[in-house]
């Protein structure tokens, strides 16, 4: 497998990390997107959106972190460990996943884009949408170790990364103790990788 991404994106750091902790071998190939190599023609062949990751396994290209996910534990995690088989359970699964595309992408994603990458959001409503999220997250972590129940999905995977960068984006993450705890235990799962830190925000 070959995925295609930017080692500082969030959303190639999810797909590097499910691949990880699903031990799959893959090559990672970096998109020099400061010269919008994702909006050559190739690349848009691969993904129409002009966006990185994309995983490309066996011929079949497939783009947007989350779809990944669910791609990756769909063809691979035969025991369900990542994509639990009860519906419940899915549910809260799928769930998490639009959290990541909506809330955590408008929120300390957002927030990290302005500090790392100069973007324009407005920064006091991307942190405060932030901190709305974490009040959440942190009270349903005082209640389980992980996102569904007490096992790791995917919901985790898909939610790591900018929870752990947001201090990038001067998201303090001191307050939430219980989200504290689960970043921890996410990175003590066997085959975790680091998200890449950049000298901005708070930890600048």
Do not use: C
């Amino acid at each position: 497998m070959q995925l295609l991404g930017f080692p500082l994106s969030g959303h190639s750091h999810r797909a590097q990390l499910a691949l990880s902790l699903m031990g799959l071998p893959y090559e990672f190939t970096a998109v020099d997107l400061p010269r919008r190599a994702h909006k050559t023609p190739e690349f848009l062949a691969l993904n129409p959106f002009g966006q990185v990751p994309v995983l490309v396994d066996d011929g079949v290209a497939v783009h947007d972190s989350n779809a990944i996910l669910t791609y990756l534990a769909l063809k691979y995690d035969t025991e369900r460990r990542w994509l639990p088989q009860g519906v419940k359970e899915q549910a809260e699964v799928q769930a998490w996943l639009s959290v990541a595309a909506g809330l955590m992408a408008f929120g300390p994603a957002a927030a990290r884009l302005v500090t790392v990458f100069g973007a324009s959001f407005d920064t006091e409503e991307v942190i405060a949408r932030a901190h709305g999220l974490l009040k959440v997250m942190d009270g349903q972590l005082a209640q389980r170790n992980f996102l569904v129940g007490s096992n790791a999905t995917l919901a985790d995977i898909a939610a790591y990364s900018y929870i752990a960068a947001a201090p990038e984006g001067n998201v303090d993450l001191a307050p939430y103790g219980h989200v504290l705890r689960w970043l921890a235990r996410v990175e003590a799962l066997p085959g975790f990788v680091p998200m890449p830190e950049t000298a901005a925000g708070l930890r600048a």
